[in-house]
């Protein structure tokens, strides 16, 4: 699958992160966009199921993505979908993020996927409702753009009444799980995530180039309502996307 995606060797964040998520570490990266850091936890994540599949007993939900976004979580799951062309019956995963019928997601998650991925509003509303339960199953838990995360997570959980905590998330998890934590930036916000789920992590700051080379370049516009304009703007200069 990789080499039909046209990658001939790994990134400088994959030929660091890949190693240290194998051997089983929490890790932090702090990596901008278009450094190839989808692919550096994803790799190691679809390698773990497919081992654990030889001993697992029954089909369990055993990876969760969170990304602040629907946009950022439909590009992961096409890299994941991409990754796992050759094994698709045995790693199958779910976006949880689009508009896709609520209760239409339930069924979706009865059927026990292996890899979910999921904004964080959704993720709430999921857990809440009992549909999505990762107390027993759950094995990696990866945070991607980490800082917008949590401001997020915060907000939504105030806007449900709960204490603006993120421990009320951890709740639902495991007490035992490998943990990825994503960041263009190494912020305060990433720093208290940092605290409440890696367990004695690796930490991985690269020196990069301060531009993606112009083969990882893409151009958009954004159609956007008024009212959206300064989330996304916010949101943009919290990535550093721009400056």
């Known amino acids: 699958a990789i080499t039909k995606l046209g990658w001939m060797e790994p990134t400088l964040i994959q030929e660091k992160a890949i190693p240290l998520l194998l051997e089983g570490k929490d890790l932090l990266i702090r990596a901008r966009t278009g450094s190839g850091k989808t692919a550096a936890f994803a790799i190691p994540l679809i390698q773990k199921i497919l081992s654990n599949k030889r ?9 969760l993505i969170i990304a602040p976004s629907k946009e950022l979580c439909k590009q992961i799951y096409h890299v994941i979908l991409s990754l796992t062309i050759k094994c698709c019956r045995e790693v199958r995963t779910v976006d949880l993020s689009s508009q896709t019928d609520f209760n239409a997601q339930k069924l979706l998650l009865s059927e026990m996927p292996d890899i979910v ?13 009992k549909n999505l339960m990762l107390k027993r199953s759950l094995d990696t838990l990866i945070i991607d753009e980490a800082d917008l995360v949590r401001i997020y997570i915060i907000k939504f959980l105030f806007s449900f009444g709960y204490e603006k905590d993120l421990k009320a998330v951890l709740t639902y998890l495991p007490t035992a799980y490998q943990a990825v ?34 083969t990882q370049l893409a151009h958009y516009t954004l159609a956007a309502e008024e009212n959206d304009k300064a989330a996304i703007l916010y949101a943009l200069l919290k990535l550093h996307l721009i400056r």
């Open 55 to 63: 001993t697992q007993e029954k089909q369990e939900i055993k990876g």
């Open 117 to 129: 991925v999921v904004t964080p509003s959704r993720l709430l509303q999921h857990l809440k409702t």
């Open 181 to 214: 934590l994503a960041s263009a930036t190494l912020s305060e916000d990433v720093q208290t995530l940092k605290k409440l789920i890696l367990h004695n992590p690796a930490i991985l700051k690269l020196k990069e180039p301060p531009l993606a080379p112009p």
